[in-house]
């Protein structure tokens, strides 16, 4: 017996009131897309649960992209039958006689939503577990620790039967906290920041500012394989590729040495801002974390952050690097960031950075520079690119049109 459909339990949807249906619609718009590869699926969504009708997709497949889609609790992939007991009976027997091997222990796990069904839960797993019984040699009952637990959930929609629970990733679905911009470089941290963030229902578009001939292609293209890995946990991530060589040259002849850094991270906050107003964006996120390097200390981010009055939302403040590391393993894009690709920010590192920067130093050795004509070439400039779960680029556009 193939599995026919695969039942889904929401999370924190789950605490929502009227505007659930909201969050709702949203997951189902994130597994719609994190599923392009399969068209034929169906989704439908009541107030509870959703369920996905796999018209003959992969149930396995489908399952490793479920596990990385924010907003999910579990999933179970089920076989459905109508509410004849003796319907359920044959198809758990089926359903079992797959999954058991010789010596091995199971238990029923009976759940009746709909109450006008004619047996309790008790009832009904004496009921299917004793066909069970009858009909296969070797199995034991073990109602603590089983080896199989057939789970029979009875619903006014039909009967789902199961044999596993398969935890989520939790969190909020991707859009409903909003938009903000992600400043993604090529290291370890800016895509952990992403992923933290996207958990907690915010849609990012990732800005990455290169400098070629300093910044190579394959640096790039490092950060457009970070932005398809984040993309395997929303459907899809819009990334937009600022070129940032004359700013950061002008920045090097026209500032002391040890004040560059942080005038570096002003420009591209500035960069970032406009980017963020112009797609409708509401935070910018950064990979930062308190004291890691000359420019997160609170004095630095104190320097930095005068350029705007926009929301900068730290997810990794107050981690480690341990404790990042072991994240960006588990999202699996430790090993991209540790490509020898450098990104624009490690190759104009000055030798002695000022990590108390002043505020009012910076603004003046700023002030003897028009930063605007150059900002406004870089918008220009600006190539957005759509990074989709599945496929490599989905579209292709200048930042200028968006303005």
Known sequence: MNYERILIRYGEISTKGRNRYKFVDTLKSNIKSALNDYPNVKIESTRDRMFLVLNGAPAEEVCSKLEKIFGIQSFSPTVRTGLDIEEIKVAALILLKKLFHEGQSFKVSSRRSDKTFPYDTNELNHEVGGHLLRNIDGLKVDVKKPDINLIVEVRK????????????????????????????????????AGYLTMKRGVEIEAVHFHSPPFTSERAKQKVLDLSKKLAAFSGRVKVHIVPFTEIQQTIHQQVPENYTMTSTRRMMLRLCDEIRESGNGLAIVTGESLGQVASQTLESMFAINDVTSTPILRPLISMDKLEIIDIAKQIDTHEISNLPYEDCCTIFTPSSPKTKPKKEKVQYYESFVDFEPLIAEALGNTETLIIDASSEIMEKTEISDLF
């Not at 679905?173 to 470089?185: E, I, W």
């Open 157 to 192: 929609e039909g009967v789902f039967l199961s044999s596993e629970v398969i935890k989520g990733n939790g969190g909020m679905p991707v859009g409903s906290s909003g938009k903000a911009m992600l400043m993604l470089s090529g290291g370890i941290d800016s895509p952990v």
